[in-house]
T-cell receptor, first 114, second 113 residues
Framework: KAGVTQTPRYLIKTRGQQVTLSCSPI?????VSWYQQTPGQGLQFLFE???????NKGNFPGRFSGRQFSNSRSEMNVSTLELGDSALYLC?????????????FGDGTRLSIL | AQSVTQPDIHITVSEGASLELRCNYS??????LFWYVQSPGQGLQLLLK??????LVQGIKGFEAEFKRSQSSFNLRKPSVHWSDAAEYFC???????????FGKGTKLTVNP
């Protein structure tokens, strides 16, 4: 069974650009969460989607957005990139909402802003 | 708001030695607690979780953790560390209702031969 797949693995952008990251969950998983990981702030929750609806959102500016498609694949978009957006972005999937459903993480997309 | 503190940024142990990684949380109700491990260049892997019941929980790779409500702690332990255990370990608490995870800053484990 394939794991959570995130593409691309590495990305380099410049300030002011926008970027779209993709996440394909494990087959059958309908819940997808996104996290940002930086050396300074650690792991921070961005948002969670279930059945194409955003269920939860972290404390990030509106430049960070996401969506989920009917096949449960998810994308997150960051507009007007800033240097501080350089981070590892992790996606996690699970069968559905609820803590009894463990989250399975992908290997992340490393985003570097020049 | 809940928070998670991992007091040790970096721990070094010898292979075969025992290990304990500390985690303290701040949360009013009974928390959902997790330990994850992250190897370089990879995502997070769930080691174990605590929801309720027995306060000593067993996980994968020989790890266990004990929930102590009186100390607001959920420390991770392993009786004998292997070189392959070298990684970064994250404690997390789940916020009931919203189900988002709040992570500690992590503890990096180095294992000496």
């Amino acid at each position: 069974k394939a794991g959570v797949t995130q593409t691309p693995r590495y990305l380099i952008k410049t300030r002011g650009q926008q970027v779209t990251l993709s996440c394909s969950p494990i087959s059958g998983h309908r819940s997808v969460s996104w996290y940002q990981q930086t050396p300074g702030q650690g792991l921070q929750f961005l948002f969670e989607y279930f059945s194409e609806t955003q269920r939860n959102k972290g404390n990030f500016p509106g430049r960070f957005s996401g969506r989920q498609f009917s096949n449960s694949r998810s994308e997150m978009n960051v507009s007007t990139l800033e240097l501080g957006d350089s981070a590892l972005y992790l996606c996690a999937s699970r069968l559905g909402p609820g803590y009894n459903q463990p989250q399975h993480f992908g290997d992340g997309t490393r985003l570097s802003i020049l | 708001a809940q928070s998670v503190t991992q007091p040790d940024i970096h721990i070094t142990v010898s292979e075969g030695a025992s290990l304990e990684l500390r985690c303290n949380y701040s949360y009013g109700a009974t928390p959902y607690l997790f330990w994850y491990v992250q190897s370089p260049g990879q995502g997070l892997q769930l080691l174990l979780k605590y929801f309720s019941g027995d306060t000593l929980v067993q996980g994968i790779k020989g790890f266990e953790a004990e929930f102590k409500r009186s100390q607001s702690s959920f420390n991770l332990r392993k009786p004998s560390v292997h070189w392959s255990d070298a990684a970064e370990y994250f404690c997390a608490v789940g916020q009931g209702g919203s189900e988002k995870l709040v992570f500690g800053k992590g503890t990096k484990l180095t294992v000496n031969p």
